[in-house]
C-alpha cells in the first residue's frame, strides 16, 4: 500500500539553527513529492515539490528538500530556522493525478 | 499562483441541521477536487475524490449519504454535511489541481479551510 511517513512527531529546534524534518515514501514507482506547512488554524501552503530532475529541490522561505531514490526518503531543510517557520509539516506523494497521500504531520517548535 | 478559495472559514451549527462547505478554484479551472478532514492532532484523511460531471468517488469508512458532494462546474465543489453531529467537528480542507496541468506534474491547491463546530 502507498504511505508516506513521517517519523518525527514533534521537533524542537532554537532559532538560528539549521533544521531537517524526515520524509520516507513507499509506493510501487517514484511517485510526485511535496512539502506542506500549515499554521494553526490555517489550510496547506505548498513549499516545495519534486516531480523530475534535479533531486535538490528549492523552495519558500528558505527551504529546500533532497530526493533520496536509494533511500526512499525526501527530507526538509533549512541552513536557519526562524521563529516564525513554527508550524506543522507535512510531507505528501502522490502518484501521477492519483490522490495525494499525506504522512502524519511534524510539528516544529521554534525556542528563541 | 494558483488560489482555492474556501467559504466559510469557520461555521457553527446546532446538531441535526445541515452545513454547506464550498471550494473554488479562483484563477484556474479543475476537473478534480480533493475533500479531507483533519483531526486534532493528526494528519489529513482524504474523504473523497471529486469529479466534475460525475458522482465523486468516497475512501472506504466514509459516509457517502452523510458527507454529500457536489462538483457542478469546473471551479466549483461543496460539501454538504447533513444532520451533523457533534463528532463531524473538525476541520476539513479541499484542494484542486488545475486542469491545464502535464499528467501529474502539479501540485494540488489547498484551500484555507474550514473549521466546523457542530453543539
Known amino acids: 500500500a502507498q504511505s508516506v511517513t513521517q517519523p518525527d512527531i514533534h521537533i524542537t529546534v532554537s532559532e538560528g539553527a539549521s533544521l531537517e524534518l524526515r520524509c520516507n515514501y513507499s509506493y510501487g514507482a517514484t511517485p510526485y513529492l511535496f512539502w506542506y506547512v500549515q499554521s494553526p488554524g490555517q489550510g496547506l501552503q505548498l513549499l516545495l515539490k519534486?516531480?523530475?530532475?534535479?533531486?535538490l529541490v528549492q523552495g519558500i522561505k528558505g527551504f529546500e528538500a533532497e530526493f533520496k531514490r536509494s533511500q526512499s526518503s525526501f527530507n526538509l531543510r533549512k541552513p536557519s530556522v526562524h521563529w516564525s517557520d513554527a508550524a506543522e509539516y507535512f510531507c505528501a506523494a502522490a502518484g501521477g493525478y492519483q490522490k495525494v497521500t499525506f504522512g502524519t504531520g511534524t510539528k516544529l517548535q521554534v525556542i528563541p | 499562483g494558483a488560489v482555492v478559495s474556501q467559504h466559510p472559514s469557520r461555521v457553527i451549527c446546532k446538531s441535526g441541521t445541515s452545513v454547506k462547505i464550498e471550494c473554488r478554484s479562483l484563477d484556474f479551472q479543475a476537473t478534480t477536487m480533493f475533500w479531507y478532514r483533519q483531526f486534532p492532532k493528526k494528519s489529513l484523511m482524504l474523504m473523497a475524490t471529486s469529479n466534475e460531471g460525475s458522482k465523486a468517488t468516497y475512501e472506504q469508512g466514509v459516509e457517502k449519504d452523510k458527507f454529500l458532494i457536489n462538483h457542478a462546474s469546473l471551479t466549483l465543489s461543496t460539501l454538504t454535511v447533513t444532520s451533523a453531529h457533534p463528532e463531524d467537528s473538525s476541520f476539513y480542507i479541499c484542494?484542486?489541481?488545475?486542469?491545464?496541468?502535464?499528467?501529474?506534474?502539479?501540485?494540488?491547491?489547498f484551500g484555507q479551510g474550514t473549521r466546523l463546530t457542530v453543539v
Open positions: 484542494s484542486a489541481r488545475p486542469l491545464r496541468a502535464t499528467q501529474g506534474e502539479t501540485e494540488a491547491f
Open positions: 519534486y516531480f523530475s530532475g534535479d533531486t
